[in-house]
């Protein structure tokens, strides 16, 4: 069966220095992943997704992310953080048809001044 | 949160009450879905819909319905069977059908609506 982890339930970084989330992923054949971010009381917004081709994906407010096929992971980064990242972050798989997704548990950013 | 709209933003009802939570959208997208978002769980599907007048359950339909008259609106209905309504729901929306190419498998999210039963 296909599944996504986010093996932290949160990630403390203090502004300005590099964070990273953590995304693993357990699918059959090649895996299309996505990262969303989601403020309080909000819907989600697309962060930056993995179909094809090169292994590291840049997304929307500097955040990227690297696909690591031989550790089937999806770790979503930023060189700096700021304050206004923090929020709760989805890691996601595409799943069959009809372009249902599979989301994992969610990981809670909090970034300090 | 594009171009999708939910009301209401919170809701209240007494336990055995049904209600109908609105999901409009102005995307031109075929693809429309209703996921349900409880602390620690991420998103669970409830139920999706490729084409008007055609919906299909997710992974958590029971005690739920929905319809799809129009391609614009999807809106979904807590009945009194689902034993457990107490959640934020999200509808999202996708133009995978569209011809978009991969940017139609990005979903777009609404602002929610919080659903609290008592």
């Known amino acids: 069966a296909q599944s996504v982890a986010q093996p932290e339930d949160q990630v403390n970084v203090a502004e300005g220095n590099p964070l990273t989330v953590k995304c693993t992923y357990s699918v059959s054949g090649n895996p299309y992943l996505f990262w969303y971010v989601q403020y309080p009381n909000r819907g989600l917004q697309f962060l930056l997704k993995?179909?094809?081709?090169?292994?590291l994906v840049k997304g929307s407010y500097g955040f990227e992310a690297e696909f690591n096929k031989s550790q089937t992971s999806f770790h979503l980064k930023k060189p700096s953080a700021l304050v206004s990242d923090s929020a709760l972050y989805f890691c996601a798989v595409l799943r069959g048809g009809y372009n249902k997704l599979i989301f994992g548990a969610g990981t809670r950013l909090a970034v300090h001044p | 949160d594009g171009g999708i709209t939910q009301s209401p933003k919170y809701l209240f009802r007494k336990e055995g009450q049904n209600v109908t939570l609105s999901c409009e959208q102005n995307l031109n997208h075929d693809a429309m879905y209703w996921y349900r978002q409880d602390p620690g769980q991420g998103l669970r599907l409830i139920y999706y819909s490729q084409i008007v007048n055609d919906f299909q359950k997710g992974d958590i339909a029971e005690g739920y319905s929905v319809s799809r008259e129009k391609k614009e609106s999807f809106p979904l209905t807590v009945t009194s069977a689902q034993k457990n309504p107490t959640a934020f729901y999200l509808c999202?929306?996708?133009?995978?059908?569209?011809?978009?190419?991969?940017?139609?498998?990005?979903?777009?999210f609404g602002p929610g609506t919080r659903l609290t039963v008592t």
């Open positions: 999202a929306s996708s133009g995978y059908t569209s011809g978009l190419g991969d940017k139609g498998l990005e979903q777009y």
């Open positions: 993995y179909i094809t081709g090169d292994n």
